[in-house]
Nanobody, 129 residues
Framework: EVQLVESGGGAVQAGGSLRLSCVAS????????IGWFRRAPGNEREGVVC???????YYADSVKGRFTVSRDNAKNTVYLQMNSLKPEDTAVYYC???????????????????????WGQGTQVTVSS
């Protein structure tokens, strides 16, 4: 069964850090384009980062310099290190994956919408001021 499971969310004060994890089962991240997305209450889903490889990674302007994505292929896990968190980072965070060889793609914008093969269930991040 293909599954993505996020963890690591929680409540922190502004300026704090969290590291989200996304573990894949049923496929290996090696062959996939990875994305992290978030949705705040009342807002549309927002792209946070799209990563095909270490050298081909793109961050939303709102998180650039504060968030870092990384992979541990041995653990089939992707991480999102979030530093200098702000209240506006409060959202449910989702990881997603699309096969590099497929027709899907990761997009940080809503036009076009990202076309990902698999999505996690999300993990809540709450940043208080």
């Amino acid at each position: 069964e293909v599954q993505l499971v996020e963890s690591g969310g929680g409540a922190v004060q502004a300026g704090g850090s969290l590291r989200l994890s996304c573990v894949a089962s049923g496929f290996t991240f090696d062959d996939y384009n990875i994305g992290w997305f978030r949705r705040a209450p009342g807002n549309e889903r927002e792209g946070v980062v799209c990563s095909m490889s270490e050298s081909s990674t793109y961050y939303a302007d709102s998180v650039k310099g504060r968030f870092t994505v990384s992979r541990d292929n041995a653990k089939n896990t992707v991480y999102l290190q979030m530093n200098s968190l702000k209240p506006e980072d409060t959202a449910v965070y989702y990881c997603a994956a699309t096969a590099l060889s497929g027709k899907g793609y990761c997009s940080l914008s809503s036009n076009p919408q990202p076309q990902m093969d698999y999505w996690g269930q999300g993990t809540q991040v709450t940043v208080s001021s």
